[in-house]
């Protein structure tokens, strides 16, 4: 007995060791998490302020696009901001519920989107009624609820960042207690231990992951908001605000001039005014092109052969004689009808554009099943779109589906080399692609890859 004595000493003083140890282990533990939580709560505070600042930027957007067309288009962005931004402010106070400071930035926020959305509102109607006064006065009183808005959410953002700086630093104080001093009990306890330790660094590997990506996203995020900002200003005011006068001016001057310019003369303005109305285009497509690479689609199950059907009947009814359609069984999809409405009218517009003079044409839509392994899919369907007219180079293939890049240049077609690319981003929005073959003489075939559900 007195042999294992100090046996059974050291084996009590390694379980109460071990106790001990393991009692400050989950201490330390729960510690970890707590910060480790209250710095992904800090990420997801300062993500919904992003969103609820990219709402208002989209909103403010789709404003000056209608006050510069008053075109109905540009107000979908508004309607939709206008619609959900409350939503997110009250899930934004929802979060920050335990910090009452906050809490009082948030509710000053909010009223200072409900003020800045008002205004929006006035702007818009007083462009509805033409009052060109009304709209200037509007719109510098809007100027100051901006400037109060971008006060607010300021205020806001700097108290998170704050709080994310005070918290991460705490939780690298706790990241830095290392295994060190748990070590005698990892060599008393053995597999179990180890096992456990194992797991726990597993979580941890997972959680600074986890922050890795929300850190990433949110700095994506902050430069999208960026860049969408600038290029909207630029695109719907610095660029086509001259080319409006431009176009103005050279009316002008036809009229005025009328009956004393030669054929000349005549001829060059006409030019002037033709370059003009394509660069404009050309800006409403990348405006467009810009907000589709923007945009978060809501896919839903959609019946592609219903959606290639309507869209024969409208292209007939655009162009007479339109035959020659053959259109096999097509399956269901995750889409959006109103981009995949896109595609197939811009497949329609082409194979018209680039018809054969030399026989009928004739387009077929079958269905086929592709496995490639892209991405997360493997299963894809493929949808082939052929035609029988001029067709195009198989070398050139990547290039008709650059943004401004045309395979042919002859300017009696027309075109722009923007229609495959924004095909091109529709597809890669329905997490699917897009492929092409030709042979010249002989006809063209386009290929669309959906992911099967």
Not at 72 to 82: I, T
Not at 140 to 148: D, S, V
Not at 259 to 264: H, K, R, V
Request: proline share 2%.
């Amino acid at each position: 007995m007195k042999k294992y004595i100090w046996l059974y000493i050291s084996c009590i003083v390694g379980i109460i060791v071990f106790l001990q140890a393991g009692f400050k282990f989950n201490n330390q533990l729960y510690a970890l998490k707590k910060s480790e939580d209250l710095t992904s709560h800090t990420y997801q505070v300062i993500n919904q302020l992003l969103l609820i600042d990219n709402m208002m930027t989209k909103a403010e957007t789709g404003q000056r696009g209608f006050l510069l067309t008053k075109d109905s288009f540009y107000l979908k962005p508004y309607f939709a901001a206008r619609d959900n931004i409350y939503k997110s402010l009250d899930s934004l106070r929802d979060l920050v519920k335990d910090n009452q400071s906050q809490v009082n930035n948030i509710t000053l926020l909010k009223a200072t989107v409900a003020i800045r959305f008002q205004y929006l509102f006035e702007t818009l109607e007083k462009k509805r009624l033409d009052d060109n006064n009304g709209i200037l006065e509007k719109l510098a009183l809007g100027k100051n609820a901006r400037q109060n808005y971008r006060q607010a959410m300021e205020n806001a953002r700097n108290v998170e960042i704050a709080l994310l700086a005070k918290r991460k630093t705490e939780k690298q104080a706790h990241e830095k207690l290392t295994p060190a001093t748990f070590r005698l009990i990892f060599i008393a306890s053995g597999i179990l231990i180890i096992i456990t330790m194992l797991a726990m660094i597993n979580e941890m590997r997972r959680r600074l992951r986890y922050q890795k990506e929300l850190e990433q996203k949110i700095a994506e995020l902050n430069i999208s908001n960026d860049e969408l900002e600038q290029y909207a200003f630029v695109a719907s005011h610095s660029l086509q605000e001259p080319l409006r006068k431009i176009r103005t001016f050279g009316t002008l001057l036809l009229h005025k001039q009328k009956g004393t310019l030669d054929e000349a003369e005549n001829h060059i303005i006409g030019r002037m005014e033709a370059a003009t109305a394509k660069m404009q285009e050309l800006l409403d497509d990348l405006v467009f092109f810009t907000n589709l690479v923007q945009k978060k689609n809501v896919l839903a199950p959609l019946h592609l052969k219903e959606l290639v059907t309507a869209t024969i009947h409208k292209m007939q009814s655009e162009h007479e004689g339109l035959t020659g359609i053959a259109v096999g069984e097509l399956p269901v999809v995750m889409g959006s009808k109103e981009d995949l409405e896109i595609i197939f009218t811009q497949l329609f517009n082409n194979s018209i554009k680039f018809k054969s003079p030399e026989r009928q044409m004739a387009i077929s839509i079958t269905l086929e099943t592709e496995k490639k392994p892209i991405a997360k899919y493997k299963d894809y369907y493929k949808i082939s779109f052929e035609d029988n007219g001029v067709g195009f180079e198989n070398a050139y293939k990547n290039k008709m589906f650059q943004l401004f890049q045309k395979l042919n240049n002859s300017p009696t077609l027309g075109g722009k080399g923007i229609g495959l690319t924004i095909c091109k981003k529709i597809m890669l929005n329905h997490h699917g692609f897009i492929d092409a073959e030709g042979a010249i003489g002989k006809g063209s075939a386009v290929y669309l890859f959906f992911p099967k559900p």
